[in-house]
């Protein structure tokens, strides 16, 4: 795929929205226009996760689900990037549930109808799907430790977003594979990731190259 000039719209959370770097134009997505000449639209909202939310969260922002703002995304894109799944483990009430399910406050569920309305909305231009990041603490099966029991670790909800997204047969840039950001080793967190979860300057650099190889190869 050639990234000149293309409209690609960037679907996230904090890190997409820039949490982590010194300045608005050091987040990946501006290195992206910067560099490639991508027209890179940003809907990156902090704290937000892909699956809908049992309960308000304390922080209303928190519960734009991205299947809500997905809908509400410019549609002449030529590309959509879907970055998105560590705060469903961090804060999210919503179960994990199975394969089958299709209701969106199930993880599984939500992955399904987000990728199916991707797929219905933009249904001739390329869907990327990207992974979590590695974070400090990721084992944990509670998460940021807010959730009343045991869910699974991050790992598990990479591997349902890979899962959903092969049934899809959409492509994945897996980052918690190949980022290289691993935070939970001493010298990586002082360079990349220093508050343990969002990349800095340095890191969105990263983000922004696996990015662009990735899409180009498309």
């Not at 909202?45 to 049992?54: E, L, Y």
């Not at 231009?125 to 869910?151: F, W």
């Amino acid at each position: 795929m050639e990234l000149q000039g293309k409209k690609i719209n960037f679907l996230g959370d904090s890190i997409t929205e820039g949490h982590g770097t010194s300045a608005a134009g050091k987040k990946f997505t501006d290195l992206l226009a910067a560099n490639y000449g991508v027209i890179a639209r940003n809907y990156g909202i902090g704290g937000t996760r892909i699956a809908k939310q049992h309960t308000p969260s304390i922080e209303p922002r928190w519960d734009q689900d991205f299947i809500t703002r997905a809908a509400e995304m410019d549609a002449d894109a030529d590309a959509v990037v879907v970055f998105g799944g560590t705060n469903d483990y961090g804060h999210g009430d919503a179960p994990l549930g199975t394969m089958n399910d299709r209701d969106p406050l199930t993880f599984y569920g939500a992955l399904h109808t987000l990728y199916s309305d991707l797929i219905t909305k933009y249904s001739d231009k390329p869907i990327v799907i990207l992974t979590p990041l590695h974070r400090c603490n990721e084992r944990s099966p509670r998460g940021d430790g807010g959730k009343p029991q045991d869910v699974a670790p991050l790992k598990t909800y990479v591997d349902i977003i890979r899962e959903v997204a092969e049934y899809y047969s959409l492509p994945v840039l897996d980052l918690y594979k190949t980022s290289g950001m691993q935070p939970e080793v001493p010298v990586i967190k002082e360079r990349y990731v220093p508050d343990g979860l969002h990349p800095n300057d340095a890191g969105h650099v990263i983000l922004a190259e696996k990015i662009a190889g990735f899409m180009k190869g498309l």
